[in-house]
């Protein structure tokens, strides 16, 4: 039985490229998560999406950031333009389908942005 | 900002004591609470967690507190092994939250040999 599973784990971008980062969720989860965490720092999440739905986006910075889960295929974190502050980890998490079910995380990526 | 914090950013244990890691939040709506275990380089994985309807629960080895009058949380480890050594975060969710966790700043448990 998979966990969440995420690719790359590591990515490095130059300022100005975009970043694709994937996450497939958990076998049975329709619910996914993601999460930013700076170095030494807890998570903070970004935004919550269910198959084909965007649910909450309000950790989610207005621009160069955006997110899908579509019908088929891995939920995906796009960042466009990337700058240096966006150097972090992103984890994905997935869960259930009754509200307050647990969220399992992925293993994340690492995002360097040179 | 962040509703939820701990006491102590480093906790450091000789093996085979038990541990106690503490967070508070200040969230008094929050009625479901999860901790999780991140060791370097890896993501946070599921230890236990703890509705508020309850005031105690216990896993393996580990025990959750949850105090709802000072809006306390803490983990109890027991038997602490050199494989618990890692980063401890309390999270918690509230209703209208929409589902998402926000997450304490975490604390480091070091095991002494």
């Known amino acids: 039985n998979a966990g969440v599973m995420q690719n790359p784990r590591h990515l490095v971008r130059r300022r100005g490229q975009e970043a694709r980062l994937r996450c497939s969720p958990m076998?049975?989860?329709?619910?996914v998560y993601w999460y930013r965490q700076l170095p030494e720092e807890g998570l903070k999440f970004m935004v919550y999406?269910?198959?084909?739905?965007?649910?909450?986006e309000s950790g989610m910075p207005k621009e160069r950031f955006s997110a899908e889960f579509p019908k088929e295929g891995p939920s995906i974190l796009r960042i466009q333009q990337v700058v240096r502050g966006d150097s972090a980890a992103y984890f994905c998490?997935?869960?259930?389908?009754?509200?307050?079910?647990?969220?399992?995380f992925g293993p994340g990526t690492r995002l360097t942005v040179l | 900002g962040e509703s939820v914090g701990l006491h102590l950013p480093t906790l450091s244990v000789q093996e085979g004591d038990n541990s106690i890691i503490n967070c508070a939040y200040s969230?008094?709506?929050?009625?479901?609470f999860i901790w999780y275990k991140q060791e370097s380089g890896k993501g946070p994985q599921f230890i236990i967690d703890?509705?508020?309807?309850?005031d105690k629960r216990q896993g393996q080895r580990v025990t959750v507190l949850l105090n709802k009058t000072v809006k306390h949380l803490s983990l109890q480890i027991a038997a602490t092994q050199p494989g618990d050594s890692a980063v401890y975060f309390c999270?918690?969710?509230?209703?209208?939250?929409?589902?998402?966790?926000?997450f304490g700043s975490g604390t480091r448990l070091l095991v002494r040999p």
């Open positions: 969230n008094s709506a929050s009625d479901y």
């Open positions: 999406l269910q198959k084909e739905n965007i649910i909450d």
């Open positions: 076998k049975g989860h329709s619910h």
């Open positions: 998490a997935s869960s259930g389908t009754v509200r307050a079910d647990t969220q399992y």
């Open positions: 703890i509705r508020s309807n309850m």
């Open positions: 999270a918690e969710n509230t209703p209208d939250s929409s589902y998402k966790l926000i």
